[in-house]
């Protein structure tokens, strides 16, 4: 009976122990009960303010900061460079990353070592390059989504728009497009295909994957209470489209269809069923913010001096507007897509030393884009790193290399976001079309604001998200 209660007092000393061994050898700053603990850090993952929280722990502690007694946040380019760079592709995924599997299958962003995401990634690289997404038929198909935009654009002259609604189904279609084309989505114009957008957009699973992630033995019970994504038409969607054979050569479904491709169907699938969700969150996110922040009175500025650089050459080449690739820029780095950590392994066996701290092999070590373009005052310039300062990717070529090294919001590395070229492609073409014909205000009518520290979007009403009114500029 005694040894009952002694077993718990035993491990409990143990944990502390070796907490304190942890402590001393690694010396990582942080508050004291991150030292024992892993609770805190989970409080705050549930309460949806990891992200937020470990940014105040960098403004107290500095760029390393500890977050439980087997995890570290990195606010740094030194920490960035070697967790997600070194040796190719930096340190391997942590199974955080097994809740993206698609049809349960791993796909290539759900692969936890780098070499199998590598021969994953060689599959369907091209189809990325930039060579293939501005290639006529492709590039066509964007464009004439963007027109699709500008239709309902036109229509609401005098009255508001909800763009978050507008720019998420922009995003869906573009990336269908690249997926399946000619066989893409149009949830601009086809309601009856509007429900694919809200299923894969608008549902908040994150308690539920948590839940998924740290106890999965009680998940069957748990996710009573905490429900699970279901995307039930996305998935039926996406499994019709790997079926069929008829796709362009321009398509990663071609490319994944090839011979080249040892892929079974329900792999193809689960690639593109990622691909594709990836591709609404980033793009519709990213503009979504942009034109809140650019449609705000103290930014009206900056939407007279993108006009005017994209009227002097209308007809010009992307590359050929530096203030447009500006605004794009800095709405990436001020509201990344994905703003929290990518966790990765410190790989063994004997452990690495990362900005002057040693972690022993199968500690957590991540960086969060939040943070990075945050707390770096100097690397961002004069200009404080919390404004929207377009300016600052213009001013001086030298920092200019620096704040590149530093921007994380695609991730970093051989494990960095492959759609980056799609998703900037998408943002140039809608934007020139926009800002070609009309001013943006906010709507009085909108409730609340996009501030990313606020969440919106992760709580956002179902009928008030983002709201702007559309003043053509002859008027």
């Known amino acids: 009976m005694l040894a009952l209660y002694l077993l718990p007092a035993a491990y409990l000393i143990y944990i502390s122990i070796s907490a304190i061994i942890i402590q001393r050898t690694t010396r990582v700053p942080g508050p004291w009960y991150t030292h024992f603990t892993s609770l805190v850090l989970k409080y705050h993952e549930f309460s949806k303010n990891r992200r937020l929280w470990i940014h105040s722990l960098h403004e107290r502690y500095g760029p390393v900061v500890r977050l439980a007694p087997n995890e570290v946040s990195f606010a740094n380019l030194e920490g960035m460079k070697e967790i997600y760079q070194s040796g190719g592709s930096g340190y391997d995924k942590t199974e955080f990353y097994d809740l993206f599997k698609q049809y349960g299958e791993r796909t290539m962003f759900s692969t936890l070592n780098k070499q199998d995401h590598a021969q994953r990634k060689k599959l369907f690289a091209d189809r990325y390059a930039m060579t293939n997404i501005m290639r006529s038929e492709i590039l066509k198909g964007i464009e004439q989504r963007a027109a699709s935009v500008m239709e309902k654009v036109k229509a609401s002259v005098g009255r508001h728009l909800d763009v978050y609604v507008i720019l998420h189904c922009y995003a869906l279609d573009c990336a269908s497009h690249f997926l399946f084309n000619p066989g893409g989505t149009d949830t601009l114009n086809n309601p009856s295909e509007l429900p694919l957008m809200k299923e894969l957009s608008y549902h908040d699973s994150i308690k539920q994957r948590l839940v998924q992630h740290y106890w999965p033995r009680l998940n069957n019970v748990l996710k009573k209470i905490f429900s699970p994504k279901s995307v039930p038409r996305s998935k039926d969607y996406v499994l019709s489209r790997a079926s069929t054979t008829n796709e362009s050569e321009t398509s990663l479904i071609h490319k994944l269809q090839s011979k080249s491709s040892s892929l079974s169907t329900i792999q193809m699938a689960a690639e593109c069923m990622d691909h594709m969700a990836a591709g609404i969150d980033t793009t519709g ?191």
Request: charged share 20%.
């Open 285 to 475: 996110d990213s503009l979504c913010f942009i034109m809140y922040e650019i449609s705000l009175p103290r930014s009206q500025h900056i939407q007279t001096k993108l006009r005017a650089e994209l009227l002097s050459n209308p007809t010009a080449r992307f590359d050929d507007f530096p203030y447009l690739d500006a605004v794009i820029k800095e709405g990436l780095r001020l509201f990344p897509p994905i703003p929290m950590s990518h966790p990765r392994y410190v790989p063994g066996p004997s452990g690495r030393h990362i900005s002057g701290h040693y972690l022993p092999s199968g500690s957590i070590v991540s960086c969060q884009p939040y943070s990075l373009h945050l707390l770096n005052a100097s690397i961002w310039g004069p200009s404080d790193p919390t404004h929207f300062v377009p300016e600052r990717w213009l001013d001086d070529e030298k920092r200019l290399v620096e704040m590149n090294r530093l921007f994380f919001s695609f991730g970093a590395g051989g494990r960095g976001c492959i759609g980056r070229s799609l998703a900037i492609t998408e943002m140039k073409t809608l934007l020139r079309e926009l800002y070609l014909r009309y001013t943006t205000v906010v709507s009085p009518d909108m409730k609340g604001d996009m501030s990313i520290d606020d969440q919106i979007i992760a709580s956002r009403p179902k009928d008030q998200t983002c709201l702007l009114e559309f003043v053509p500029v002859d008027s």
